[in-house]
């Protein structure tokens, strides 16, 4: 798959950009409405946890909207690229029907018009991080790690669901659901330390609880990802299982997806 990139990294650059320019073509406010709903969103839950039900964070001297914003900004990443990707296939039908096209390329195309609005999301993160906690340390830079974890595992999830999609239209559905379920079901809102001792363990079987943990970790615990090997393993494992999934699934029903739209 990285040969394929690397030998088609022009089309891909080209076609991601224009993903993410015309979203929102039309609008008056443009490619700005990436940016205002989980903005708002943040700003929401912020104001009904911290000031409404007086919530505090699980780490001392660190900020409410620090804390949170940490785990809700990874999860939007997560949460729209898979909603992206599972979609792709669908939304570009038009080059599925092209033999000389390989759609294999079109999750990531997605993934990177994604990551675009996460860049800044990131970005925006750091300064509040910053202005909270007065500065940033070098466990910043593993945010980077993190990233391509959470790329990695977009495109695993993306590969099967995009490929029964377009067999069982519901499959979007599903997945709306599911990630619906998922902002409540992973520490994003709530602590994972909440939970006695000898049942966190059951969080942590979430493979996004790795992702958002570990930016939290990056920007608030300052911890080293490689200082909790186990949870880093069991991410891996289950992310290279759903890889196998999703290229045998996308293997063996990519000569029938052209019949199918």
């Not at 690397?6 to 008056?28: C, H, M, P, Q």
């Not at 990531?108 to 300064?127: N, P």
């Not at 599903?174 to 001792?197: C, D, F, K, M, R």
């Amino acid at each position: 798959m990285l040969k394929k990139l690397w030998r088609n990294k022009e089309i891909v650059k080209d076609l991601a950009i224009n993903d993410f320019a015309t979203k929102y073509a039309g609008s008056y406010l443009g490619i700005f409405w990436a940016f205002i709903q989980p903005l708002i969103t943040i700003l929401v839950y912020w104001c009904v946890f911290e000031f409404g039900l007086k919530a505090q964070t699980p780490v001392p001297n660190t900020s409410y909207i620090a804390w949170f914003s940490t785990g809700m900004i990874p999860w939007f990443f997560f949460s729209d690229g898979v909603n992206a990707v599972t979609n792709s296939l669908l939304e570009y039908g038009y080059l599925v029907k092209k033999v000389v096209f390989d759609v294999e390329l079109l999750p990531v195309i997605k993934i990177l018009s994604t990551w675009m609005v996460h860049l800044v999301f990131v970005g925006l993160m750091l300064i509040v991080a910053i202005i909270t906690n007065g500065s940033l340390s070098v466990y910043a830079f593993q945010i980077i790690y993190y990233m391509l974890a959470t790329i990695v595992l977009i495109y695993a999830i993306g590969k099967t669901t995009s490929a029964i999609v377009l067999f069982f239209r519901d499959v979007s559905q599903i997945v709306n659901i599911i990630l619906q379920i998922g902002v409540w079901a992973t520490p994003i809102i709530w602590s994972y330390t909440i939970i006695p001792e000898q049942f966190q363990w059951i969080a942590k079987l979430n493979p996004v609880f790795y992702i958002v943990d570990g930016y939290r970790q990056s920007i608030i615990d300052k911890e080293w990802f490689f200082e909790h090997p186990a949870v880093t393993v069991y991410f891996w494992i289950i992310t290279l299982i759903l890889l196998f999934i999703g290229k045998q699934t996308f293997k063996t029903l990519k000569p029938y997806f052209a019949d199918v739209i």
